[in-house]
């Protein structure tokens, strides 16, 4: 634990995470999986025993 942090490069990862999430909040539409996506069918699912991936 002994190593120097890098102020310059973590500021720069919150910028583009918010500008990321900024560009998110601008769609009219909520975010969606694409049927068939891991991350879809693994998280995607609202209600348990869902397993639709969308």
Do not use: C
């Amino acid at each position: 634990m002994e190593q120097p942090i890098d102020f310059d490069a973590a500021a720069k990862g919150a910028v583009l995470n918010f500008l990321v999430g900024y560009q998110v909040a601008q769609h009219d539409g909520a975010p969606s999986w694409n049927k068939g996506d891991f991350f879809g069918t693994t998280f995607g699912p609202r209600h348990a025993g869902s397993s639709t991936g969308e």
